[in-house]
């Protein structure tokens, strides 16, 4: 018994010492980190502290729903009321000025990486919040009856005591407010869309908070059940007549082009992108990623002549992918096709043991089929927790089945099924669940999309491509990133219409119409970030910069690289560089990783 309480007591005093200890010892270039920062650094608390505050005043400051079946009550997350959005922005600072306070230098790699991808996300945070003050400032003017619901949320929060008289007679004052506002509202001949999507948010918001107000004090105070329902009903019924009508004076601000395609969107500027660039770590023009990506496109042109020639066809590859899309499988067995090339990708890999693969991650993935509605924005299928297959169901019309079943035949697949399950997508759920789970919000597509686009660039290259038209269809997944970084880019510049995207998938990568479209109407109406398809090629090949730097050159295996990379979770590739090579860093870095070379 006391040597057991000994025991503890000598963990007790030393244990602290021993973990700050192990803080200020640097990690080698390639070299495995300590078990505990597999999980922590020195100011994963702080990010985790702050997650949790943001969600505490985002939870207390929207409205609740109430929940007939549980003690714990819905909570409606929409646009932030400007109290809410005040308190925010203090949070934010305040965190900001925690981290100024914090001792930079005295801390390990892994706390430094995390010092700066904190203080990345509260500063986009504060860019939010003020482009949605600002929005909300713009048609303010249109919601003055806004400030009474406010208020009256604001006293059921802490359950004050209400004069039902007195709230019937403010909701009837409400009213009239609301019925002048909304005719100043009907004057205008139109307004910017994005702000008018803003009003019918903030009028949702505002139906919602009315209603939890009315949820909370109606049937249990017997004078605001008394007085209250009848003038309740006519306002919220006037809320909600007024949200469905302020969309129709909404006019797209949108500098696109005017084509035939049916296609809207909103290119975003080249001051936007640099900006998102910036933001994303990737310390390019615009410009100069359409010029990589055209060079990356140079290449799998001459890998495709090569394959074209190898199948008969000469340097009429068009015909070498014809003879591709038309060996798709018979009706009802491509789930079937989906686990045999899964198994070949995963048997390839465990072959030249390239990544620890957890049994259970084997055991556990998932596969469902995609509806017919999801694969007109999505022609292709897609990945993560499971498998979700894009194929032809009985309800479609013949033209789209075969079309479906040429641009999901077993060449393309093979192509991208590790892609979007082992080693891609479900082993990144997988892992980033289980490691630095805290860094969630750091994630982005850069990391994502480019560790599983960058298994298609490595696969490749060790000879996962055994024949020709193994190789044609990996190429054309490989011509296709290249193409969503020149068409993204050159739409968002407002150098080209959506039909000029549509018609560059057709020529330049082969794609069926069907699926350009599709493929166009995802990227510019499908609620997707403007970099979010330039993320996959370029994600990839910042992820086999870093291989090259720290495998081809002996400091570090290929399994162990893989494995580290999975523990660090979706972060920046720029900052997962700066852990694994013990980068020197400042409190005040910005992007300057110059991964790609132009030669």
Same mark, same amino acid.
């Given at each position: 018994?006391?040597?057991?309480?000994?025991?503890?007591?000598?963990?007790?005093?030393?244990?602290?010492?021993?973990?700050?200890?192990?803080?200020?010892?640097?990690?080698?270039?390639?070299?495995?980190?300590?078990?505990?920062?597999?999980?922590?650094?020195?100011?994963?608390?702080?990010?985790?502290?702050?997650?949790?505050?943001?969600?505490?005043?985002?939870?207390?400051?929207?409205?609740?729903?109430?929940?007939?079946?549980?003690?714990?009550?819905?909570?409606?997350?929409?646009?932030?009321?400007?109290?809410?959005?005040?308190?925010?922005?203090?949070?934010?600072?305040?965190?900001?000025?925690?981290?100024?306070?914090?001792?930079?230098?005295?801390?390990?790699?892994?706390?430094?990486?995390?010092?700066? $991808?904190?203080?990345?996300?509260?500063?986009?945070?504060?860019?939010?919040?003020?482009?949605?003050?600002?929005?909300?400032?713009?048609?303010?003017?249109?919601?003055?009856?806004?400030?009474?619901?406010?208020?009256?949320?604001?006293?059921?929060?802490?359950?004050?005591?209400?004069?039902?008289?007195?709230?019937? $007679?403010?909701?009837?004052?409400?009213?009239?407010?609301?019925?002048?506002?909304?005719?100043?509202?009907?004057? &205008?001949?139109?307004?910017?869309?994005?702000?008018?999507?803003?009003?019918?948010?903030?009028?949702?918001?505002?139906?919602?908070?009315?209603?939890?107000?009315?949820?909370?004090?109606?049937?249990?105070?017997?004078?605001?059940?008394?007085?209250?329902?009848?003038?309740?009903?006519?306002?919220?019924?006037?809320?909600?007549?007024?949200?469905?009508?302020?969309?129709?004076?909404?006019? $797209?601000?949108?500098?696109?082009?005017?084509?035939?395609?049916?296609?809207?969107?909103?290119?975003?500027?080249?001051?936007?992108?640099?900006?998102?660039?910036?933001?994303?770590?990737?310390?390019?023009?615009?410009?100069?990623?359409?010029?990589?990506?055209?060079?990356?496109?140079?290449?799998?042109?001459?890998?495709?002549?090569?394959?074209?020639?190898?199948?008969?066809?000469?340097?009429?590859?068009?015909?070498?992918?014809?003879?591709?899309?038309?060996?798709?499988?018979?009706?009802?067995?491509?789930?079937?096709? %989906?686990?045999?090339?899964?198994?070949? *990708?995963?048997?390839? %890999?465990?072959?030249?043991?390239?990544?620890?693969?957890?049994?259970?991650?084997?055991?556990?993935?998932?596969?469902?089929?995609?509806?017919?509605?999801?694969? &007109?924005?999505?022609?292709?299928?897609?990945?993560?927790?499971? %498998?979700?297959?894009?194929?032809?169901?009985?309800?479609?019309?013949?033209?789209?089945?075969?079309?479906?079943?040429?641009?999901?035949?077993?060449?393309?697949?093979?192509?991208?099924?590790?892609?979007?399950?082992?080693?891609?997508?479900?082993?990144?759920?997988?892992?980033?669940?289980?490691?630095?789970?805290?860094?969630?919000?750091?994630?982005?597509?850069?990391?994502?999309?480019?560790?599983?686009?960058?298994?298609?660039?490595?696969?490749?290259?060790?000879?996962?491509?055994?024949?020709?038209?193994?190789?044609?269809?990996?190429?054309?997944?490989?011509?296709?990133?290249?193409?969503?970084?020149?068409?993204? &880019?050159?739409?968002?510049?407002?150098?080209?219409?959506?039909?000029?995207?549509?018609?560059?998938?057709?020529?330049?990568?082969?794609?069926?119409? *069907?699926?350009?479209?599709?493929?166009?109407?995802?990227?510019?109406?499908?609620?997707?970030?403007?970099?979010?398809?330039? *993320?996959?090629?370029?994600?990839?090949?910042?992820?086999?910069?870093?291989?090259?730097?720290?495998?081809?050159?002996?400091?570090?295996?290929?399994?162990?690289?893989?494995? *580290?990379?999975?523990?660090?979770?979706? %972060?920046?590739?720029?900052?997962?560089?700066?852990? $694994?090579?013990?980068?020197? &860093?400042?409190?005040?870095?910005?992007?300057?990783?110059?991964?790609?070379?132009?030669?």
């Amino acid at each position: 018994m006391f040597a057991s309480l000994f025991k503890n007591f000598i963990i007790f005093i030393f244990l602290p010492w021993l973990i700050l200890l192990s803080y200020r010892v640097k990690a080698q270039p390639g070299q495995k980190p300590s078990a505990l920062y597999e999980q922590a650094s020195e100011v994963s608390g702080k990010v985790i502290q702050y997650g949790l505050d943001i969600n505490a005043v985002k939870d207390f400051y929207s409205p609740y729903s109430v929940n007939l079946h549980g003690e714990d009550q819905y909570v409606l997350h929409g646009l932030n009321s400007p109290e809410q959005r005040k308190r925010l922005v203090e949070i934010d600072h305040d965190y900001l000025k925690q981290l100024e306070m914090s001792d930079f230098e005295g801390i390990s790699i892994y706390g430094q990486v995390d010092y700066l $991808l904190l203080k990345k996300r509260i500063n986009n945070d504060l860019y939010d919040l003020e482009k949605e003050d600002k929005q909300y400032l713009a048609v303010s003017k249109y919601l003055t009856f806004a400030n009474d619901i406010y208020a009256l949320e604001q006293q059921r929060r802490h359950g004050a005591f209400t004069d039902g008289e007195k709230v019937a $007679l403010q909701l009837t004052a409400t009213l009239k407010q609301l019925k002048n506002d909304s005719v100043q509202y009907s004057k &205008l001949p139109y307004i910017d869309m994005a702000l008018a999507k803003t009003m019918q948010q903030a009028l949702l918001g505002l139906k919602s908070r009315l209603a939890g107000v009315y949820d909370f004090y109606n049937g249990y105070d017997p004078m605001f059940s008394w007085w209250v329902p009848k003038p309740y009903q006519v306002l919220i019924n006037s809320i909600a007549a007024y949200s469905n009508m302020v969309l129709s004076k909404g006019k $797209l601000a949108t500098t696109q082009k005017p084509d035939s395609s049916g296609i809207k969107g909103v290119p975003i500027g080249r001051q936007e992108l640099m900006r998102q660039l910036q933001a994303e770590m990737i310390p390019y023009t615009p410009d100069e990623l359409i010029v990589l990506a055209n060079k990356e496109f140079a290449w799998c042109n001459k890998e495709m002549l090569k394959a074209s020639r190898e199948m008969g066809f000469g340097d009429d590859w068009k015909k070498a992918l014809e003879k591709v899309k038309n060996s798709y499988v018979p009706v009802g067995h491509q789930p079937e096709l %989906i686990l045999k090339l899964y198994n070949d *990708a995963v048997g390839f %890999i465990k072959s030249r043991d390239l990544i620890t693969i957890p049994p259970l991650a084997e055991e556990t993935w998932g596969m469902v089929m995609m509806s017919p509605e999801r694969q &007109l924005v999505n022609p292709f299928f897609t990945g993560g927790k499971e %498998i979700s297959i894009s194929y032809p169901t009985n309800t479609m019309q013949m033209q789209d089945k075969l079309m479906s079943m040429r641009g999901n035949n077993p060449y393309f697949s093979r192509g991208t099924v590790q892609h979007e399950l082992i080693p891609g997508h479900n082993l990144q759920y997988f892992m980033n669940s289980r490691y630095k789970a805290y860094r969630q919000d750091f994630a982005t597509p850069f990391a994502g999309e480019g560790w599983a686009l960058y298994w298609e660039l490595l696969l490749y290259d060790k000879g996962f491509a055994k024949t020709p038209e193994e190789r044609v269809g990996m190429l054309f997944w490989r011509m296709h990133r290249c193409a969503r970084i020149i068409f993204s &880019l050159n739409y968002h510049l407002g150098n080209w219409a959506p039909q000029q995207c549509i018609d560059f998938l057709i020529n330049r990568v082969g794609h069926e119409k *069907a699926n350009a479209e599709g493929e166009v109407r995802r990227s510019f109406e499908g609620g997707y970030s403007p970099l979010y398809q330039v *993320a996959y090629l370029l994600g990839g090949l910042q992820i086999m910069a870093l291989k090259t730097e720290l495998v081809d050159s002996g400091k570090m295996s290929y399994k162990s690289f893989h494995d *580290a990379v999975m523990k660090e979770n979706l %972060i920046p590739v720029e900052m997962l560089r700066a852990t $694994l090579t013990n980068q020197h &860093l400042s409190r005040d870095f910005t992007t300057s990783w110059k991964f790609y070379n132009f030669n």
